[in-house]
């Protein structure tokens, strides 16, 4: 008699581990989500980042190209204007060079303000 009381009791207590075992599995698993989640809001996070950062080096490197062009076409623009004395003819086709670069220059423009439109 005294056995099977034992043997209860000890079911019990191993009844009452197990389950104490299995709420800190769950509460552990809780956890792992909480985590798994957290990590993917922060891969997100990396995602939209890199797609900045690679954004933001394009436009500086628009911005470059585009100084770079201004710039030429400052000087395509002053080169007409010290030889439109001395050769109109020169002076007009320097003048058209400058006219297709501004166009060229607008273009660009226009194609990059769409991209950024589009992001």
């Not at 191993?14 to 957290?38: A, D, F, M, P, T």
């Not at 062009?69 to 030889?83: G, N, T």
């Not at 670069?101 to 303000?113: A, F």
Request: charged letters at 10%.
């Amino acid at each position: 008699m005294i056995s099977i009381l034992l043997l209860t009791i000890l079911c019990f207590i191993l009844l009452g581990y197990l389950i104490h075992l299995r709420l800190n599995n769950l509460h552990q698993n809780q956890q792992l989500q909480l985590i798994q989640e957290k990590l993917k809001k922060y891969e997100i996070q990396i995602i939209c980042f890199t797609a900045i950062q690679e954004n933001n080096h394009n436009l500086i490197e628009f911005y470059y190209n585009l100084g770079q062009s201004i710039a030429a076409l400052h000087i395509q623009l002053q080169a007409v204007q010290k030889i439109w004395q001395m050769n109109p003819s020169q002076a007009h086709n320097s003048l058209l060079q400058a006219y297709d670069l501004s166009g060229n220059i607008m273009q660009e423009i226009r194609q990059i303000s769409q991209n950024i439109d589009e992001l």
